[in-house]
């Protein structure tokens, strides 16, 4: 009885703004589709985890190797990590973000980041879901069944989905699985995966609302924005940083961001340009 007063209450809200619509053809039709991926859940390719993660353990180990052999710090600890930087400049960086460390050009901070992200992949995605596996009995068909939300609070967890709105997920959040290992996500015999996505939907989104010529006339034209910035940023630094991270980039100036934030998202990629190289790009 709660729920259908909460309903008849939410509905007239929603027919007040003229939101029904949106929520009727496209909101709800979702409802079935979401509740199967939880009930179901996702096929995981364990023997796949297992080789990816031994692949894992051994480069994080030839990499520590690497730099206690050439720079004496063993680098699987932060205090290590800024002990080295600080025998190779001079000061401590007060800190192992990523997103500081990689304004330093040098090589060896090229070697703490790989570190770093094979590290950080092979425990927190491939051994976490090993652990699951153990946890279930070694099944053959094994799968995840995260929980997906839209705008919602989970009282068990205490966390907060995100502020935008956007769907999300939890226990796991496969909304954060890296691009190199998705492969382990596999469809049930007789399934198929496949993706449906707005194209440059956000920039589309910017074009309407700013009614800036170039980018009304390069989306009517079937351009790639993405893809066009990416091929600047190449013409200006000399690096290709990918579409992925040009991408990031144009986000980062859809919401605020200036050259300080593409500054840190170059470096990133190991690509270098001073500020007011990047603020000519902005």
């Not at 929603?14 to 991926?37: G, H, K």
Request: hydrophobic share 35%; glycine share 8%.
């Amino acid at each position: 009885r709660n729920t259908y007063d909460l309903y008849r209450l939410l509905r007239d809200q929603l027919v007040e703004t003229n939101q029904w619509e949106v929520y009727n053809t496209i909101d709800r039709p979702v409802v079935p589709i979401v509740a199967s991926m939880e009930k179901y859940g996702t096929p995981v390719d364990m023997p796949a985890v297992l080789r990816s993660y031994r692949e894992h353990v051994t480069i994080v180990a030839g990499l520590r190797a690497a730099v206690l052999e050439h720079y004496g710090f063993d680098i699987r600890t932060r205090k290590n990590v800024r002990a080295l930087i600080k025998s190779q400049t001079g000061y401590d960086p007060g800190t192992t973000d990523k997103r500081i460390l990689s304004l330093n050009p040098a090589g060896y901070i090229d070697l703490i980041l790989e570190h770093s992200a094979y590290k950080t992949r092979g425990n927190n995605f491939l051994k976490a879901l090993i652990m699951r596996w153990v946890a279930a009995g070694k099944p053959d068909d094994f799968r995840i069944y995260p929980r997906f939300n839209q705008a919602s609070k989970d009282q068990d967890e205490g966390a907060a989905a995100p502020k935008t709105g956007r769907f999300s997920s939890a226990d796991p959040n496969m909304q954060n699985q890296p691009v190199e290992l998705r492969d382990i996500y596999v469809p049930p015999d007789g399934y198929e995966f496949f993706a449906a996505d707005y194209g440059a939907v956000e920039l589309r989104v910017a074009a309407w609302l700013s009614q800036d010529p170039q980018m009304l006339a390069g989306l009517s034209e079937g351009r790639d924005l993405h893809s066009e910035f990416r091929e600047y940023i190449h013409q200006v630094t000399g690096k290709d940083v990918g579409r992925k991270s040009a991408k990031e980039g144009n986000f980062e100036q859809l919401f605020g961001g200036g050259a300080d934030t593409l500054q840190k998202l170059l470096a990133k990629k190991r690509s270098f340009l001073d500020i007011e190289g990047c603020q000519a790009i902005v």
